[in-house]
DNA sequence: CCATCACTTTCCATAATGGAAACTTACCAT
DNA sequence: ATGGTAAGTTTCCATTATGGAAAGTGATGG
């Protein structure tokens, strides 16, 4: 191999992806938004943030505020760390020079 | 949805994704460069070739030269195009603002 | 205590990958 | 012509990944 592929299957599927990015730019996000952001249904979100979850990647805050009870998703360091390294790894294959 | 994702699934899993980098970087290449360069058995880089040909992305050109069969690919234009799209929609992602 | 909201899990059906092994072609040697 | 080998191709089979619908959970409001 020209060089190891550092591509995080984590976080390289479409779906997770874009919660990836799109927690990489906010503070926080709640469930619903990420949901209608990424356009899957409530379980295969639900599914996407456990993985990102079990991999350190996402923070989950579950907050009950004025009754209503809202999960919060929040990147970790480690989750925009890998994040960074993934885009770093998308952008040097795309420039690659065999 | 926030923005449609633009991610072309043939170009998009990461063995493919290799792929496309590899041969946007050159002319032509050997079969067995991007299958080691990749790092998957002759049975898989054979079968990501042909959806990517299936696709119009790749062209296929077998040449006999001194007695050895080689079977060389290359980008297409289509393929090109698709591929900087792609890379594209890939940073427009990672730089997404939510 | 019951209904509802906001997810979670389970169930199920596809689709995507991957490697090994069998198969195909072409070309070289005899 | 016939056999052998190189270079891919296809087939076979096993995993794993996704996805949505539907059922399940826990907290909250009435």
Redesign the pocket.
């Known amino acids: 191999m020209i060089a190891p592929p550092m591509l995080d299957?984590?976080i390289?599927?479409?779906?997770?992806l874009q919660i990836c990015a799109l927690l990489a730019s906010v503070d926080e996000a709640?469930?619903?938004v990420l949901?209608d952001g990424v356009?899957?249904?409530?379980?295969?979100?639900?599914?996407?943030?456990?993985?990102l979850e079990d991999a350190g990647y996402v923070k989950?805050r579950?907050a009950?505020t004025?009754?209503?009870?809202?999960?919060?998703l929040s990147i970790t360091p480690a989750g925009r760390k890998a994040f960074d390294a993934h885009v770093k790894e998308l952008t040097r294959l795309a420039n690659l020079t065999l």
């Open positions: 299957p984590v390289h599927a479409a779906g997770r709640e469930f619903a949901r356009g899957v249904s409530d379980s295969v979100m639900s599914k996407h943030l456990k993985q989950v579950k009950t004025m009754g209503r009870q809202r999960t919060w």
